[in-house]
């Protein structure tokens, strides 16, 4: 079994919903195209030359003057249409020259099912521009016949990626059917209602003991039952809930799903004063720009 993880502290994100701001770059690839359906960002062309075939679609961002050191993850979601022998996907991020230039370029290669890379960035950068690629692998594809396709869910600049030390509780995803059966004030007969349904809920509860030091009196991180989980017990809780309402969703991954969510409501509680245990309840929503039915139920809800 695999620790829960929640990203936490958003810098910068770009959630594919668009692709206004952005320009297309392309070398040696026939029909080359860079569109968004409002949820996710698909680069197509069909390789060409037998050489180095590619295209990319990059932004200038560095008005927004994202620093490496408060920022230094950067978590990217993205598939392809091929396993092999195609247009494989790559990320860079630059950084502008005065805060000491270089790239993180990340090959992520080939796969087609919903794939989440975290890419650690240079400290003690500014980010000059981003890139969102699609390479042909081998570069000797050639004939611009057959079209290949790269699609990126998101990237997301965030002050880390929490992961829980020890869950003494659990996770819990509670799922709701489409089909709705509601009764509303006033409604007369028994005609058939189109009112939506609730998204997915996840439940993560347990406890936190906030008694661990070593030898030399200095808490314990990540030691078990007796460990402090961070330098204040479960402040990336506190600061999720604290700015949400600037950061539109999270990151989070367990065994049971991993999807957006956003951190609807907070339970921390101190049952004895005269003990240093904490408990907590965290109820998470699934967060979603497009409709779940252009998707399968694996790639819904992260599973495999």
Sequence with gaps: MTKPTITYGHGWLHDCETVAGWTLIHVGITTPSATSDGDVLTLSGKPNTGGNDYLYVWKDVSASAINTTIYPQCVVRWKTSVDANGLEAKFVVAYTAASGGGATTTVLGFSTSWTTRTITLTPGRVIEY??????????????GVTSYSVYFDFALMCQGVFTWP??????????????????????????????????????????????????????LVD??????WTAHDAEAFYQILHYAFGDPWQWFTSDVANLKVTLDRMRISQAKTDENLLSYELNLHEYRLGSANVETHLERFGIT
């Design 130 to 143: 981003i890139q969102f690629h699609a390479n042909d692998n081998p570069d000797t594809l050639t004939g």
């Design 166 to 219: 020890f869950v003494s509780g659990g996770v819990e995803l509670e799922g709701f059917n489409n089909l709705q059966h509601l009764k509303i004030p006033g409604k007369v007969g028994n005609a058939t209602q189109y009112l939506g349904g609730d998204d997915s809920t996840i439940r993560v509860y347990g406890d936190i003991d906030s008694t661990g030091t070593n030898a030399a009196g200095v808490p």
């Design 223 to 228: 030691e078990g039952w007796h460990g402090r």
